[in-house]
């Protein structure tokens, strides 16, 4: 077969197929690989569908064994075509970055870097007669080869991940889980009970089942309004016909194809205004060709577009040769060859990485914890009830039996703990929203509270996103330099002062117009001179500067680096002017102003001169400012001189000599107002900051020192910024990092548990390296002082779909309100409607007080579960129900539910931003000390004074150990019963109060919750209503009780709250003696090494 193989494709290159293998890759072995690595389904699809052909035609020829030259003829077709798929296949190999994997996480691509026409012959495709534009001869793939290149490469469509149906998810929201299972068990049971006739209480299993439904419907809908993400890539995807050469035969065939039927090797033509239809590489373009890929990255400049081959290794995602799947093109034609379809793109790879399901929250994990808990709990009361009630030497009936166990296990599950949870976080979310930060996702709201790391963006989030003119920097004498901040003195008029001479002939160029309402279109550097100049002056002499003639331009570009223009000057003669990068303008001056603005304060240029010049860029660039140096030049052409035939090099040659240096400008994306604050702030919280940029790694480390991320002074320590570079052989094979004891695995854990803990600058990154950051944060960070490693919770914010993994990726994702893409949004869990950087640290403090609220809050509610479980039990040795299933329901649903709602309105009870941060898996929400607070503390208290109640009915000891009763002892249990649920509702406004604190007294907290205090009132209302209303007490088996009997259990409130006012003084007592044992061990221990720490404690 090997043979065959070979010679098939020998027949392919006499046919005039081009059979280009990828034999750049030096090593065979990692060719080996490379193609091993690649995806065999579309080839195994044409093989196989062709051996099917093959084996039909051999069918038909009879059972006859055919000559071996027949044979061997009849099989050619097929093996041509598998060796042209193939071949095909190879094709795309080519593409790849040398050593790269295909199907690696990264976006790798060696087509910005390949010249062009190996990359053309790679590709199996023909440029036209007049070359990289394709306006004439054929051009493109063969429209023969479309059939099977299809076969192979399949349509350029992302695959969209397969969806639950939304009807399964409702049923499995509401019958699924142990919690749901435990409440449907309880109805059945009580439904049987009612069908066998041991039961006639219909109410109870009705209103369970109302709730666990509602609770169900109510998670559904919530978690329906996020799945948006997919619907917006799809969206990114182009729809319109796109022009497309090919060719049969060598004759030119101009096509218009649907994006969808584009094939790698096709050639397509682009106009402003045109979506990007696939990856492309641009052959031939108009000058000053512009793509917006704000659709990818978030950034709102567009980038210009040239066709020239980049440096090799350069990072795809940088260059301007390329063009990506979704991007638009906004200004300028282009003809561009397509290289990756579908899923192989670059917003290919994206979507990939956000199709996984996202992982549960740190809320939904300790909620389920929870949840465990408590079913173990109930099950274990449900099965000690059953015990009892068999081992009873006193008969029951088998109704009697299950109706008490039943009863036992229900009253120990919190039937209102969802709708509470998911109620609470929706009106959290809405406080939140008012502070500019919108939730999506309900179960954010307690995660941010626990977050312990920041990774932002630093472009639109920490910096504003547009560039400002900051600096001008002119000579004060030869040998130094001053800068000036204020550009309101400055005035066009003025021709002796630099600050006026250089602002004019920054805003003198024809790169920049003003649109509506004074917004600028053009070159970012060119609007920032430009918006200094309409701030200082005002549009009129703004306009007045940008309308004068010119005469002769040389436009800016990437090759001068510096832009010239030529105007009259209105003392006669021209104004010659030249702005770009500080070196080269250096370059043409002989003469420099020195001072003033006149002609007497021209000085000689020296070699002096030249090197403060240098030394001042060097600085401004050291503080993350673009440069630009500015010269000019008087001249005196004569009236009628043709400045159109000036050529370039006559103008580089009499136009760009002997000009006057007049100064730098710096420039820079400068930080918005408030985010120093900010970051300090999170600093305080406990709560790292970490930058996340694509910029140069000077850029980053300069803005993180102005906002307080890294230290403004002194040498930074290992690891502190982090480039692409270092990360490039970082990157697990997999799709996370895994601890199997390999090479790799230790490899990687070595660089990373040191990153996690010292980066805070993390600059040239790509999509799949902000995911992987995410990753190792919430691997190796959060360790503690046993040692073990329990991860980070990791907020990320981001604009661009480029941000999409790494959102979904973080314990919290935040996407831009204001300049984010719809992708990043659906991507996020909160939205920053203002843009705002502060706002993360509002909402940090939100989620910190919402989680100790919803702590509250549980603790509240579980509080009454002892009282209610212990009278299926007293029953058993003789005691009259006192707490029946539906009074149970009637605390639970009809009060506490409301009252538990109402905590997420409590205030703060101290500097929630002056705690460390706490970790869900060592401080659950649901840990020891709460069930001890619930159970053991507050429920015994609780239970006592039920009793005790109980008890004070009159009569209510004569029917102790009876089983049948008359009408009056039945009335007589009534009012004990009644006693009891009545003195439990005052036990649990006793608890709603004594939990509003942890340790603050309430003489000093009261109750500013004003919701809080009416849930309390509306208690006492309902209680009065299931007491005294006819329908009610048929309901709830309850009978009126006196003025006395109404006033006696208030008692339970007052003794309540005194003995938590004891506990409390106690616990502030403990706090106390804890700080001052631990500032004494900082004295002692910390503050000899540290002479500044001593002065701040001495102070």
Known sequence: MAGEFEETKAAIAAEGSVSYVADHHKNVSVRKSRQMSMKDEPLRRVSQKYQEVEAQSQAAQGSAPPKASKDRKSKRPASLIIAKAEDMRQRQIMLYET????????????????????????????????????????????????????????KNKITPPQKENIWVRLVKQIFTGIF??????????????????????????????????????????????????????????ASAPVPTIRRSKNERRELMLDAEDLLPGDIITL???????????????????????????GESIPEPRDPATCEEKSPPTQARNLAFYGTTVVKGNATALVFFIGDK??????????????????????????????????????????????????????????????????????????????????????????????????????????????????????????????????????TAMETVTDFSKTDPADKNTLPSKMLRGGIRNNATVIGKDNKFIGSPTEVAMMKAGLEAWGVKKVKDVMDNTTLYEIPFDSANKYMFIAEPYNEGGQLFS???????????????????????????????????????????????????????????????????SATADFAKENFLCDMVFIGLFGIQDPPKPGVKQAVEDCHAAGVRVIMITGDHPDTGVAIAK???????????????????????????????????????????????????????????????????????????????????????????????????????????????GIRGTEVAKDAADIILLDDEFSSIVHGIEQGRLSSENLQKSIAYTLCSKVPQCMPNFMELLGIPLALNVSQVLAIDIGTDIWTAIAYAWQPKESALMERKPRHPTLEKIVNGGVLVY?????????????????????????????????PEEAHTNKVASTMYYYTLVVGQIAAAMATTTYHESLFKYLAPNGKLNICIGMEVIFAMLIIFEPTSQGIFMTTGLTAKQLLMPWMTFVAISCVEEIRKSFARKAVHAREVVLQNFFVREVAPQNPLTQRLLDA
């Open 99 to 154: 050593g790269k994997d295909p199907d690696d996480r990264d976006y790798h691509t060696s087509a910005h870097s390949t010249d062009l026409k190996t990359l053309m012959e790679s590709q199996n495709t023909k440029l036209g007669k007049d070359g990289p534009a394709c306006r004439e001869g054929s051009a493109g793939i063969e429209i023969a080869e479309a059939t099977t290149l299809r076969e192979v490469c399949g």
């Open 180 to 237: 749901n299972v435990l409440l449907w068990g309880t109805v059945l049971v009580e439904g049987a009970l009612i069908y066998t006739g041991n039961s006639d209480d219909l109410v109870t299993p009705i209103i369970l089942a109302s709730v666990v439904v509602a609770a169900g419907l109510l998670q559904w809908w919530t978690e329906l309004k996020a799945e948006n993400l997919m619907d917006a890539l799809s969206n990114m995807q």
């Open 271 to 297: 106009k402003a205004g045109d979506r990007v239809p696939a990856d492309i590489r641009i052959l031939w373009c108009t000058d000053g060709m512009e793509v917006d890929n704000a659709a990818l990255t």
């Open 345 to 478: 793109t670059f917003l290919g790879k994206i979507a990939a990485s956000i199709k996984s399901a996202r992982s549960k929250s740190t809320l939904e994990i300790q909620i389920e914890h929870f949840v465990h808990l408590i079913a173990v709990v109930a099950v274990v009361v449900g099965l000690a009830s059953l015990v009892a009630n068999l081992l009873d030497p006193k008969p029951h009936p088998i109704g009697y039996i299950i109706a008490n166990a039943a009863g036992a296990l229900f009253a120990q599950v919190p039937e209102g703990l969802i709708p509470t949870v998911t109620i609470s976080l929706m009106i959290a979310s809405q406080k939140m929203s008012l502070r500019n930060v919108l939730v999506r996702k309900l179960d954010a709201v307690e995660t941010l509270g626990c977050v312990s790391v920041v990774c932002s963006d630093k472009t639109g989030t920490l910096t504003r996103g547009d560039m400002t003119l900051g600096d001008m920097v002119h000579f004060s004498s030869p």
């Open 578 to 644: 030249l702005k770009g990068a500080p070196e080269r303008v250096a370059k043409f001056c002989k003469y420099a102003y020195v001072g003033q603005g006149g002609q007497a304060a021209i000085k000689l240029m020296t070699p002096e001169m030249q090197e403060v010049i240098a030394a001042n860029a060097k600085t401004l660039m050291g503080q993350a400012k673009r440069v630009l140096g500015i010269a000019e030049r008087r001249a005196n052409y004569p009236a009628d001189f043709h400045w159109d």
């Open 706 to 816: 102005e906002i307080s991320i890294i230290p403004a002074h002194g040498e930074l320590p290992p690891f502190t910024v982090i480039t692409d570079k270092e990360l490039a052989d970082k990157v697990p094979s997999g799709e996370s990092f895994v601890d199997d004891g390999s090479d790799e695995a230790n490899k990687l854990e070595a660089f990373w548990t040191q990153v996690v803990v010292h980066a805070r600058v993390f600059a040239r990154v790509t999509p799949i390296h902000k995911q992987l950051i995410v990753q190792a944060l919430q691997k190796w960070g959060g360790k503690q002082a046993d040692g073990k490693c329990y991860g980070d919770i990791v907020a990320m914010t981001g604009d661009g779909v480029n941000d999409a993994p790494a959102l979904k990726q973080a314990n919290v994702g935040v996407a831009m």
């Open 934 to 966: 619930a159970y053991a503390y507050m429920g015994l208290m609780q239970m006592v004074c039920c009793w005790y109640f109980y008890f004070q009915a009159p009569g209510i000891w004569n029917n102790l150990g009876k089983s049948e009763f008359t």
